[in-house]
Structures are given as structure tokens and as C-alpha cells.
């Protein structure tokens, strides 16, 4: 006879079969429904995709008013890539137009399944791109509104960008969206500006992997170069290589585009770049890498009158990016030709912006330093040879809102420092009586003898002390206690044109202006100023000239007028006179237009007397002088700021008004 516990075994196992049958037969119709949903969509997969890509295409041209978005045909191929053909856009507002013979794209399916959309394949072909603008005849007159182009209304401000957070996200998005596999068949970018055509062409790129290789070929107006650009990609982590050469080893690699645009010319032998993404840390992107160039060539009207050579140049970079700054940690290395320093460099954005430039004390071969001072940018200083050692250090920060408030130390020092030979220019021989050429705009206008064989010259013993007293207090007060330059002068004139936001006031000591004189062309150039200071540093600190005799040659051959050069000369044009006779008032005179003086007309009102805006400056320079005790209380009581010309000018100045606002360029 059975128990009860025997009849419940096989009862057990009964119910466990019918639960794996229930099992298996909900697998099977799950496994159904999923095949057949899955051959609905790969039967309907196409119509989807059109469906998916029209309503894109609808809402993109929604959002981008007048652009026109087209795509041929698309279809699926394979399990996650899709081809696409003939796709043209067009974007009036932005002078583009863009079209695509064939796209593919391919999405890595396993990382895809992750949550991650990575690209594993694109391909390209016959892809251009063409820029075209009109150049428009120049700016509107003042008050017009007629410029064609509809002024959208000022939304509010929003929320400072945070410039590290934004990097970051565009470098994870460059390096995410980086496929696997990159080919490009035939990449061509077409620009017209105006009468100016220009053209890029990328015959096949191919990246797989992370190196790569290919050719590039620049199109100018006919012209056309030949490049190599190679590199390397590495995506995980975040590190990018390029390097740029010609092709053809018959001569430099060129830029056509910026030189057309910005009118620099560029050339060069090689060019590398790198940069490795190191990630946000405490909210601070970190970014490392190097710009490096062989062969520089760079020439631009506000550079220097000649090419500028850089045989070799680089910058191993060291950049945080904050949310509201951007620094150049003192690991960065710059260096070109012979000489290499660490500099610190910081952008503060907000609340006001703030630049802060540092160089600790950096010491150096003084023979390196000259040794590597580009050729073309200090022409004057070529072929310098020296013995012994400099030193520099530079501590600079300007809070934009408060520019009064600037902060700046500098100095160049020197040790066992000696001229062993000088190069094109002997800077002593003006020790001697010579012949000086004054230049305008770099253009020779007139020569003549600095010595006694002129007869408008004028020793320093033979220039009146108040010629010479108030000249020192209108440009230099401080001449014969400086070493050529005065930092408290220069601090001034650069918080004063920032806050006029123009160039309003010079800081040039006599011995800057002197040096600018005697041996530079007077272009306004970056370069120009460079080599003034420089050359102003060689005769003052190694004593090439003296003091006396700096200032005698200052006031023999500066300007004083049109074409008047020198005190002599200056004494005949406006007083009918000989120097040694001038009165108090009319060597104020004569000082108080050396900053400008092709404009003296505009000191003067329509009856030919001082404009009464002069009577301050009166007063300033004569109790400056009478501080010094280069004047006394009577001179001062008989002052009376006024002068009657007598001269050649008076015949300039007759019948010619001047509005009392009319103003030159200070040329100091």
C-alpha cells in the first residue's frame, strides 16, 4: 500500500515539467515576436529611416531660416550602418554650400548595446564645401542703418560660460565622435571673396587605427602647393598629434589663406602641434602639448618692414582652463633659436578682466640672446657680437577696470657684459661729428651735417638753459638720472590709453627718442620699438655715449616743424631769431609742440595767439623748473604765456583756422 509522501513525488515533478513547458513555450513566442518585429522593421527599416530623417530635415530648416537641407536616397546596410547619397545643403546667411556624393556610416553595435554611440566607420566621397562672399565697398557713413542685414534683437545676459567645462565637453565630443575607421575620397573646400579664389583639396584621407597620412593641396589664384600632413589620433587617451610639411622639397610651405585674410605672410618648413587632454580636476581642464616650427618666415606692415626668420621656434605648453580663466602654467617652455625661458601667463575674465604676465629671473649667454634675435626684425643690431651674461625678469598685471592701478617691474641685467664687436652699426660713431638722414614712413626726406661745419649747429654749451630746462621738463625730466628708461612714465601712458582706448600718450625717455632718431626709420612697428629699447639698453648702460652729448645731438636734429630740424632752425621758423635770444616763454613754446610737431598750427587761435588751453601747460613746466632751480620767482612773475610769431610759420599760419580740437599723433 503506497503513503501518502510516494504519491507526492511524481506530482512534484509533474507541476516542475509544466512550468518548464510554460517556459519554453514563452520563449518560443517571445522569440517570435521579437523575429518578427525585427523582420517588420528590416522590411520597413528604409521607409523608417526616410521617415526619421525628412522630419529631421523638417526641423532643422525650422530652426535655420532660408537654409535648405536635401538628402537623395538613405538606406540600411547591414545591421548598424547606413548609407547615404547625394546630400546637399545650402546656408545663404552663411555664404556656404555643401554637398556629398555618398555617406556611410557605421555605429559600433556592441558599445552601442553599452550606451555608448561610437562611431566604427565613415566614409566620405567627393565631399565640397564652397564659401563665397561678396567684398562690400567699405563701412557705411555714421547713423546709417542700411546695411542689408536684419539686427536681431539683444537677449538677456545669461550665466558667465564656464570656458573649462565648455572644453571639455567639446574635446570628449571630438574624441567620441572620432570613428574608428575615417575615409575620405576627394575633400575639396572652395572660398571667393570677392575677386579672391582660393581652394583646398584632400585627393584620399584614410585614418584607421590612430596614425595616419595624406596629401594636401592648396589652390591660390592659380598658384597651387603640395602638403604632407600627417599624425596621430589616440582617442582613449585623448592626445592628438599633427605635423604639417611641403610635399615638394623645392621651397617653403605657405599659407595663401591667412595672408589673403589677415595680410600676414606665413612660410615655413614644417609645422607640429600636439595636444593631450589630461581631464578636469577641482573644475580645471587640463591641457598639455607642443606648437613647433622650422624655417619661419612672417612678414605683416605692423611686424616689420622686411621678412622675419625664425630658424627654429616651439612652445611646450602647460594650459588650465577655469571656469572663468585661462593660465599658462610656468612648466610651459618657449624657445627660438639660441634662447629658451618659462614664462606665466594668466586671462581672468570676471567679474573684471585682468591679465597677468610673469618671467622670473631668467639668466643667459648675452651672446645667445643677441645671437638669436630674428633676422629681418632687428636689422640695426645684425652681426652684434658680446661677451658675458643678461639676466631679465618681468612682473606685469593690469586689472582692466582700475587700469591706474597696473602693476609692472622689469629690468636687464648684465654681468661681465662687453661689446666685442659691433655689426652694422657702430653706435659710438656719433661721438664724432656725422651726417644724419631723416626718414618718414621709412622714405629718406632730407640729410644734413650734425657738427660744427653746420652753421645751424648748435653746441650744448650754446643752447639756452631755458630751452634746454624746459625741453628735459616736457619730455624727460629725469634724463640725466635714468638708465635710458623710466617704468612710472611707461605705467602712466599705458593706463591713459586704455582708458581713451587709443594710443593718446607716449612714454619715450630723450635717449628712447634719440636712438629712434639717429638709427631707426620711424615705421611704426612692433619690431621698431623692440630694437629702440634694445639699443637704447646698449649705449646708456655700457655708456657708448654721454649723457652731454646725447642731449646736444637731441637738440640738433629733432623736429620742430614741417622740415625744421634742430633748436637753430626751429629759433628762425618761429621768432625770426638766433636760439641763444629766446625769451622764457618762447622756449615753453618750442617744448610744448616736440610731441607733435607737424601741428604746431593748432596751438594757435584764428588772431595767431596761444590757444588758452597752453596757460595750464605754462604753469605746469615753469614751477617744475622753478622746483629744480633752473628758474627763479622772477622769472616765473615775468612769464606771460604767450608768443608772437615772427618767422616763416607766421606766413603758414596766416589766414589758416584750426579748430581747437584738431590733434596729431604724439611721435614719441
Given at each position: ?7 507526492a ?68 546596410s ?21 554637398t ?87 575633400l575639396t ?43 596621430e ?32 605672410k ?37 611686424l ?23 593660465e ?15 614664462p ?22 648675452a ?15 645684425a ?43 657702430d ?43 624746459a ?33 593718446a ?68 621758423f ?95
Amino acid at each position: 500500500m503506497r503513503t501518502p509522501e510516494k504519491k507526492a513525488v511524481p506530482l512534484r515533478k509533474r507541476v516542475k515539467a509544466l512550468k518548464r513547458r510554460r517556459l519554453r513555450t514563452g520563449a518560443i513566442v517571445a522569440l517570435g515576436v521579437v523575429l518578427l518585429l525585427g523582420g517588420l522593421f528590416f522590411s520597413l527599416r528604409n521607409v523608417i529611416l526616410r521617415s526619421v530623417l525628412d522630419s529631421r530635415i523638417r526641423s532643422y530648416e525650422a530652426t535655420h531660416a532660408g537654409d535648405i537641407l536635401r538628402v537623395g536616397t538613405a538606406r540600411f546596410s547591414g545591421l548598424a550602418a547606413i548609407d547615404l547619397e547625394n546630400i546637399q545643403m545650402l546656408a545663404p546667411a552663411k555664404d556656404l554650400a555643401a554637398t556629398v556624393k555618398k555617406c556611410s556610416v557605421e555605429i559600433n553595435f556592441l558599445k552601442m548595446l553599452r550606451g555608448r554611440v561610437r562611431l566604427k566607420r565613415l566614409a566620405l566621397s567627393d565631399v565640397i564645401l564652397d564659401l563665397s562672399r561678396e567684398v562690400l565697398p567699405g563701412p557705411l557713413p555714421t547713423g546709417s542703418s542700411d546695411t542689408g542685414v536684419t539686427v536681431l534683437p539683444r537677449t538677456a545676459p545669461g550665466p558667465p560660460p564656464d570656458f573649462g567645462a565648455r572644453g571639455a565637453r567639446l574635446l570628449d565630443l571630438y574624441f567620441a565622435l572620432i570613428p574608428d575607421s575615417l575615409e575620405i575620397e576627394r575633400l575639396t573646400l572652395h572660398s571667393v571673396f570677392g575677386d579672391v579664389r582660393q581652394g583646398l583639396f584632400f585627393p584620399r584621407l584614410d585614418i584607421r587605427g590612430s596614425a595616419f597620412e595624406t596629401k594636401l593641396e592648396v589652390f591660390d589664384q592659380g598658384d597651387k602647393w603640395a602638403y604632407l600632413l600627417a599624425g596621430e589620433i589616440a582617442r582613449e587617451e585623448k592626445r592628438l598629434e599633427l605635423r604639417l610639411l611641403p610635399r615638394e622639397r623645392t621651397g617653403p610651405a605657405v599659407l595663401p589663406f591667412v595672408e589673403r585674410q589677415w595680410g600676414l605672410k606665413v612660410d615655413f618648413d614644417s609645422l607640429a602641434f600636439g595636444l593631450h587632454s589630461l581631464g578636469r580636476q577641482d573644475g580645471v581642464l587640463r591641457l598639455d602639448g607642443l606648437l613647433a616650427v622650422t624655417g619661419l618666415v612672417l612678414n605683416h606692415p605692423s611686424l616689420a618692414a622686411e621678412d622675419v626668420h625664425f630658424q627654429n621656434a616651439s612652445i611646450d605648453y602647460a594650459l588650465r582652463v577655469g571656469a572663468d580663466s585661462i593660465e599658462l602654467d610656468k612648466a610651459t617652455e618657449i624657445s627660438f633659436n639660441r634662447l629658451a625661458f618659462h614664462p606665466y601667463f594668466k586671462y581672468q575674465a570676471g567679474p573684471a578682466a585682468q591679465v597677468t604676465l610673469k618671467l622670473d629671473k631668467t639668466e643667459f649667454k648675452a651672446d645667445d640672446f643677441f645671437g638669436s634675435l630674428p633676422a629681418g626684425l632687428f636689422t640695426e643690431l645684425a652681426g652684434l657680437e658680446t661677451d658675458g651674461d643678461l639676466a631679465y625678469h618681468l612682473d606685469f598685471f593690469i586689472d582692466f577696470s582700475r587700469p591706474e592701478a597696473l602693476r609692472l617691474a622689469s629690468g636687464l641685467e648684465k654681468r661681465g657684459f662687453a661689446i666685442s664687436r659691433f655689426g652694422r652699426v657702430d653706435f659710438r660713431a656719433v661721438n664724432e661729428p656725422f651726417f644724419h638722414t631723416v626718414f618718414e614712413d621709412g622714405r629718406p626726406v632730407r640729410s644734413f651735417r650734425v657738427g660744427p661745419e653746420n652753421p645751424d649747429f648748435r653746441s650744448l654749451e650754446e643752447i639756452p638753459p631755458f630751452l634746454k630746462s624746459a625741453v628735459m621738463i616736457s619730455e624727460d625730466g629725469a634724463f640725466f638720472r635714468h638708465h635710458g628708461f623710466l617704468l612710472e612714465p611707461f605705467k602712466d601712458s599705458i593706463a591713459a590709453n586704455l582708458r581713451e582706448k587709443r594710443f593718446a600718450r607716449g612714454a619715450s625717455t630723450i635717449s628712447m627718442q634719440l636712438v629712434k632718431n639717429l638709427f631707426l626709420k620711424r615705421q611704426k612697428t612692433i619690431a621698431r620699438k623692440a630694437e629702440e629699447m634694445i639699443i637704447t639698453w646698449l649705449i646708456e648702460e655700457n655708456r657708448l655715449v654721454s649723457k652731454p652729448r646725447m642731449l646736444e645731438i637731441y637738440m640738433n636734429i629733432i623736429e620742430w616743424g614741417p622740415q625744421v630740424y634742430g633748436a637753430q632752425e626751429a629759433a628762425r621758423f618761429y621768432f625770426d631769431k638766433d636760439v641763444a635770444d629766446l625769451t622764457l616763454a618762447e622756449a615753453i613754446f618750442m617744448a610744448s609742440i616736440i610731441p607733435q610737431p607737424k601741428r604746431f598750427m593748432a596751438s594757435f587761435d584764428e588772431e595767431q595767439r596761444l590757444r588758452p588751453g597752453l596757460q595750464a601747460y605754462y604753469a605746469d613746466v615753469s614751477a617744475k623748473m622753478l622746483r629744480k632751480g633752473w628758474i627763479d620767482e622772477r622769472d616765473v612773475e615775468a612769464l606771460i604765456p604767450d608768443v608772437r610769431l615772427q618767422g616763416p610759420a607766421r606766413l603758414l599760419l596766416k589766414g589758416h583756422e584750426v579748430g581747437p580740437d584738431e590733434s596729431g599723433e604724439d611721435i614719441r
